[in-house]
């Protein structure tokens, strides 16, 4: 498959659910064993430069027409897992953001009032026929949430600075932390491209959310951090119990320094923010808080950079 472009797109970083082939009905299974079979895929950075390619165009196209035929794709332990890219549904959700996310000028020069009102309209009534529809991926600009660290442990995070991907063939057996393509050959460094990323199995994200929930609720009514680490958790929910979870940073890793990336070890100071809690430390629980917004903080100004 050609690329769409050269130019590598940051910013993204992406929260994904590799769900087994068995999980799915036909005659979407069917499609998935072909499409893996077939190989050559296109990754996220080509996902962003079509969506980016549609707001070109007069008047702009801010969710596509057809809902995406591609994922992402795993192998663990024998087992075909399929991470969906449903472009069109994360589209939608991602537009009705829009408003807290840009000043109105700006949001209606993008993509105008009659264009965004149609769109809410078409998926007002695409939910109708689908009320039950949820993505596979969730994705965030210019930072990692909190809560999606919550998943992980430290042991399960996998920082490369010059990572070699090569050409891969259908799909490539791994298992759970071994490799999988993020295709930085597209970002122009001869094949090596930074890798920061973190997986681990659906049984012990969910079981460090239960957890991480009964101590933070011990401490605090509420706030982003809880109502975060709740919604992430109802969404891990709907997925298959031998699905993989994956943080992958994404862009960011061609937004950020290499030293950056490699002292972030965020996953193990929000674990260690959370212990501290549970073993009645505030004060190293807002020491660790303080040191993770810091860090986030620094990230997410960048996009205001010249």
Known sequence: MPKVSAVCVPYTSYLRVYE???AFPEPERSHWLRYAERGQRPSYQDELRRSLRDLVPTPPVPVPVHESSDAFVL?????????????????????????EQLPRPVLDAVLPPVVRRQTAQDYASWLERNPDARPWIRQAT???????????????????????????????????????????????TGGAAPLLRYRTPMVQARRRVAR???TLREHFDEGPLVEGVTDVGRWLEEFHPRSLVELDYGGLVHALP?????????????????AALREGDGDEAGAVYARLMDRWRAVRARQFAN
């Open 258 to 274: 290499s030293d950056h990336l490699d002292e972030d070890h965020s996953a193990a100071d929000v674990a260690a923010g959370i």
């Open 75 to 99: 192998q663990v332990d024998g087992v075909l897992c399929v991470c969906p890219w449903r472009t069109r549904l994360r589209g939608w959700q991602a537009l009705g953001a829009l408003d």
């Open 20 to 22: 087994p082939l068995a």
């Open 142 to 188: 210019w930072h990692v949430p909190l809560s999606w660290f919550v998943l992980f442990s430290d042991e399960e995070r996998r920082y490369e600075e010059k990572y070699a991907y090569e050409e891969e063939h259908a799909y490539e057996e791994t298992r759970a932390h071994e490799e999988q393509r993020v295709h930085g050959e597209e970002a122009g």
């Open 212 to 214: 991480a929930l009964r």
